[in-house]
T-cell receptor
Framework: DSGVTQTPKHLITATGQRVTLRCSPR?????VYWYQQSLDQGLQFLIQ???????AKGNILERFSAQQFPDLHSELNLSSLELGDSALYFC?????????????FGAGSRLTVL | GQQLNQSPQSMFIQEGEDVSMNCTSS?????WLWYKQDPGEGPVLLIA?????ELTSNGRLTAQFGITRKDSFLNISASIPSDVGIYFC??????????FGTGTRLTIIP
């Protein structure tokens, strides 16, 4: 157990729908990162939050949004889902937002869009 | 932005063999990290390197931070079945975000 909790572990939905993925960072970590991993692909950085504020943005689609709440948990919202959005979505957390930080990953949420 | 080239993309080896994989960057890094991802799981940190030339071991794993600061390698000695998975390198410079390599998929042939 890495200490980073992601729910749900699996999610199956239809095209056009909207889903929310949730992440609780490791205790003491203030920064949360979201990554997308499509089948047999690498880790694509989506977005980062630090202490409630957006810190960095990667290749995140406009249909996707995220936020970090005062209790530091984060949610990734995916809307108008398309078949190509099927992927593993990972949340990671770190103590500091940048520099020599080490990311601790959750087990991921597997999204299947039918 | 920074680019990380990780090679090889995949490896098929027999149990007991040694494994070597590497990452090269288009620019210098301050930190190199190596992660392993088991099937269906999240990446787990194996080794962190913070200084050029640093050589660090974690059991059968050994990683080095290249002296040019633009590369790193990971060696696995005497591979066992549980070594199967995808290995990712990652690095960053200064306050920039961590950049991940494309991964090396390790398969052990029975």
């Amino acid at each position: 157990d890495s200490g980073v909790t992601q729910t749900p572990k699996h999610l199956i939905t239809a095209t056009g729908q909207r889903v929310t993925l949730r992440c609780s960072p490791r205790s003491g970590d203030l920064s949360v990162y979201w990554y997308q991993q499509s089948l047999d692909q690498g880790l694509q950085f989506l977005i980062q939050y630090y202490n409630g504020e957006e810190r960095a943005k990667g290749n995140i689609l406009e249909r996707f949004s995220a936020q970090q709440f005062p209790d530091l948990h984060s949610e990734l919202n995916l809307s108008s889902l398309e078949l190509g959005d099927s992927a593993l979505y990972f949340c990671a957390s770190s103590v500091v937002p940048s520099g020599a930080n080490v990311l601790t990953f959750g087990a991921g949420s597997r999204l299947t869009v039918l | 932005g920074q680019q990380l080239n990780q090679s090889p993309q995949s490896m098929f080896i027999q149990e007991g063999e040694d494994v070597s994989m590497n990452c090269t960057s288009s620019s210098i890094f301050n930190t190199w990290l190596w992660y392993k991802q088991d099937p269906g799981e999240g990446p787990v940190l194996l080794i962190a390197l913070y200084k050029a030339g640093e050589l660090t071991s974690n059991g059968r794993l050994t990683a080095q931070f290249g002296i040019t600061r633009k590369d790193s390698f990971l060696n696995i000695s005497a591979s066992i079945p549980s070594d199967v998975g995808i290995y990712f390198c990652a690095g960053h410079f200064g306050n920039e975000k961590l950049t991940f390599g494309t991964g090396t998929r390790l398969t052990i042939i029975p």
